[in-house]
């Protein structure tokens, strides 16, 4: 069995403005401050002799072999993100960067806000733009319904609010 697999789909190459303002932060703070502080520690680990046994060289080496991923995954991506600064001229519809209250079968109601694919976070209701949910539900208005097929299956949603900001 070979370890082959496709390659992921490309995710949509937008983000809000403060999401880009949060990406940058995290690549200057790794950059800056992460990366310099286990450098020392990669370097007095490494001074200490004897590196074939020496668990706090190797955890250095591997924590600063992640760093440098992150870094080079931030680099190549912020060059690829556009940011959709400001509201749509048409407030009234479900766009990028809208918080959407939505309404399912059983009259349970979310409020949701549609972000890019790099600063989504279920704990504040922020979903993807990709997502089946979201998808659904651009360009839709208040009092349309649309459908959304979720893991639990095809699920009929109504849009209850619509605001930016």
């Known amino acids: 069995m070979s370890r082959w697999r496709p390659p992921a789909p ?19 703070e ?7 502080e286990v450098v020392r520690a990669l370097a007095a680990a490494a ?4 590196r074939s046994e020496n668990a706090e060289y190797t955890y250095r080496k591997k924590q600063l072999g992640e760093i440098d991923r992150r870094v080079r995954y931030l680099g190549k991506r912020l060059e690829q993100l556009r940011v959709a600064d400001g509201a749509p001229s048409d407030r009234d519809a479900v766009y990028f ?3 959407v209250a939505v309404e399912d079968d059983d009259g349970a109601e979310k409020t949701y ?6 600063e989504t976070d279920a ?14 539900a651009l360009g839709k208005r208040v009092g349309d319904e649309f459908e959304a097929h979720l893991p639990d299956g ?3 949603f109504a849009i209850v609010g619509v605001r930016y900001g």
């Not at 704990?123 to 659904?136: E, F, H, K, N, T």
Request: hydrophobic share 45%; no cysteine; aromatic share 6%.
């Open 10 to 28: 490309h995710s949509t190459a937008i983000i809000t403005a403060d999401g880009h303002a949060r990406l940058k932060a995290e690549l200057d």
């Open 30 to 36: 790794l950059w800056r401050v992460r990366r310099p």
């Open 47 to 50: 001074a200490e002799g004897d």
């Open 97 to 99: 960067g809208a918080w």
């Open 113 to 118: 806000r549609i972000v890019g694919p790099d």
């Open 123 to 136: 704990a504040l209701g922020w979903i993807s733009v990709d997502s089946p949910l979201a998808r659904g």
């Open 154 to 156: 095809v699920t009929t």
